[in-house]
């Protein structure tokens, strides 16, 4: 699960720009209990679609924002001062911000700035 920015700039795409893409069915496909894959791109950025179950580890971005939007389920998210906790929702989460996400169903899309 630990991947370098580097690498997932280099990550394929998995659809090119005027693609409608249902991210639902998108995330209905993936059977591993953990899959992060780039959707599309825009402006430099990657969208990815996260889904998984259970805990993600400690970390944080050094120099890229996070912005998570729950499709589906509840997304919880510790913080050194404390947790998020919210379904359909979207939060942005500031460059060096030490976090641990939970994902207590499967689907998250989340846009990461390079």
Not at 7 to 32: F, I, N, Q, S
Not at 53 to 67: A, I, M, T
Request: with cysteine.
């Amino acid at each position: 699960m630990d991947i370098s920015a580097d690498a997932y700039m280099k990550e394929p795409v998995l659809y090119p720009a005027l693609h409608v893409v249902d991210l639902e069915a998108e995330g209905a496909k993936v059977t591993d209990s953990y899959r992060n894959m780039v959707i599309s791109r825009v402006n430099g950025s990657c969208l990815r679609l996260a889904v998984f179950d259970g805990d993600y580890r400690w970390h944080y971005h050094p120099q890229s924002d996070e912005l998570f939007v729950v499709i589906e389920g509840c997304l919880a998210i510790d913080l050194e001062g404390g947790s998020l906790a919210h379904s359909r929702f979207h939060v942005l989460l500031g460059f060096h911000l030490e976090m641990k996400p939970h994902l207590f169903i499967k689907l998250a899309v989340k846009l990461l700035s390079p």
